[in-house]
């Protein structure tokens, strides 16, 4: 019996999109400020920086360290 030939065509995939992000997480918070990752829970626990808490897991809005940066360089 004669084996036949099989064409395999690649897949084509979607051109990747790029996502704005809008939130990061804690240990991204804290190595965008330069601070160890208990200094940015006390600073959240005392309202300093603005968290959000998802589905058990705590963010921090990117608007939030950028209103956070510009109030303490005034």
Known sequence: MPVSK???HPKKTPP???V?????????AATMLS?????LRNWTKTGRI???????????PLDG??????????
């Open 6 to 8: 099989i064409k395999i």
């Open 16 to 18: 990747t999109q790029q």
């Open 20 to 28: 704005e992000r809008l939130a990061v997480s804690q240990r991204e």
């Open 35 to 39: 601070i160890s990752e208990k200094t």
């Open 50 to 60: 603005k968290a959000r808490k998802i589905d058990g897991r705590i963010i921090y």
């Open 65 to 74: 360290l950028k209103e956070f940066l510009n109030a303490d360089s005034e």
